[in-house]
């Protein structure tokens, strides 16, 4: 069974740096495609970044330039660092493969990790 544990978030004002973490059991880690996710109240769940096996990253507008997905193959991890974190940054943040896990016919979501950017 998959299991996803996002962890590293937190409160930080902004222009601040935070690195998140995600752990990911139970699946063959290295041939997913990895994203890290956000929604804000109200909004649908966004890919913000996402890296292929071989280290192909991809990132939304709103983030190219501030933050950087990696990945640790060896470690069944996959890492965002956050840079020059503004207020609007502040969500839950998911990692999950691209496109997300499915257990029994649905997306399968980890219990995400809480990003607070005060100005």
């Known amino acids: 069974q998959v299991q996803l544990v996002e962890s590293g978030g937190g409160l930080v004002q902004a222009g601040g740096s935070l690195r998140l973490s995600c752990a990911v059991s139970?699946?063959?880690?290295?041939?997913?495609?990895m994203g890290w996710y956000r929604q804000s109240p109200g909004k649908q769940r966004e890919l913000v970044a996402s890296?292929?096996?071989?280290?192909?990253?991809n990132y939304a507008d709103s983030v190219k330039g501030r933050f950087t997905i990696s990945r640790d193959n060896a470690k069944n991890t996959v890492y965002l660092q956050m840079n020059s974190l503004k207020p609007e940054d502040t969500v839950v943040y998911y990692c999950?493969?691209?496109?997300?896990?499915?257990?029994?016919?649905?997306?399968?979501w980890g219990q995400g990790t809480q990003v607070t950017v005060s100005s």
């Open positions: 139970g699946s063959i880690f290295s041939i997913n495609v």
């Open positions: 999950n493969k691209v496109p997300a896990f499915r257990i029994a016919g649905r997306n399968y």
């Open positions: 890296i292929t096996s071989g280290g192909t990253t």
